[in-house]
């Protein structure tokens, strides 16, 4: 397809357990955003990609959150040994040179 | 660092009036901003960008959004308020990192909802 694309588009897993949420950028697209969008609030800086190296992970919230993108274009997020409080919506962008950021439909992730 | 307020969660206005929805940001540089709207259930979609062209910016659906350097602030507005028009929207501020322009930075959004 022509946008970004996410997978799975919901995920329900249990508390402990490991999950990888995967995002397809547009064709193209040097530069790859992570976001993670919790109930009622904006969406929250994770890690940035351009190329196949993260140029800013600041954003990740501890070492549970890792993210790959080893050819430059897809990239999987990884959580290990996930807790309830990493039930959120996580979003993917992508952007060309020009930095205006398409967003992916997100994937939603439930930690019973 | 960048950032953006968003003044108000909830704004309520009537089919056919005024939106207003407001943004004010802080950036130690020259800041690129955004609005974006995200309907139910779907991504983020792209309204309108500042980038240090024109300071009246228009965007889609008849949406546009004035940046004020001596306000810090990019409101966003349109004439009339259309059912369709209820969503979320976020503003938003490019976030400069040591390698230069990457990503953005959102406010915690505004929910319009569009009174019959």
């Known amino acids: 397809g022509a946008g970004v694309s996410q997978t799975p588009s919901n995920k329900v897993t249990e508390k402990g357990k490991y999950v990888e949420l995967r995002c397809d950028p547009i064709?193209?697209?040097?530069?790859l955003y992570w976001y993670r969008q919790s109930l009622g609030q904006g969406p929250e800086f994770l890690i940035y990609?351009?190329?196949?190296?993260?140029?800013?992970d600041s954003g990740l919230p501890n070492d549970r959150f890792f993210a790959v993108r080893p050819e430059g274009s897809v990239s999987t997020l990884k959580i290990q040994r996930t807790e309830r409080g990493d039930s959120a919506v996580y979003l993917c962008?992508?952007?060309?040179?020009?930095?205006?950021?398409?967003f992916g439909e997100g994937s939603r992730l439930t930690v019973l | 660092a960048q950032s953006v307020t968003q003044l108000g969660s909830h704004v309520s206005v009537s089919e056919g009036a005024l939106v207003l929805l407001r943004c004010n940001y802080s950036?130690?540089?020259?800041?690129?901003l955004f609005w974006y709207v995200q309907y139910p259930n779907q991504g983020l979609q792209l309204l309108l960008k500042?980038?240090?062209?024109?300071?009246l910016v228009k965007g889609i659906n008849g949406f546009e959004a004035e940046f004020k350097k001596s306000e810090t602030s990019f409101h966003l507005t349109k004439p009339s308020a259309h059912m369709s028009d209820a969503a979320e929207y976020f503003c938003?501020?490019?976030?400069?990192?040591?390698?230069?322009?990457?990503?953005?930075?959102f406010g915690k959004g505004t929910h319009l909802i569009i009174q019959p």
């Open positions: 962008a992508s952007s060309p040179i020009t930095g205006e950021l398409f």
């Open positions: 064709s193209g697209h040097t530069a």
């Open positions: 990609f351009q190329g196949t190296g993260a140029a800013d």
């Open positions: 950036s130690s540089v020259p800041p690129y």
């Open positions: 500042y980038t240090s062209a024109a300071t």
């Open positions: 938003a501020v490019r976030m400069y990192s040591g390698g230069g322009a990457d990503g953005l930075t």
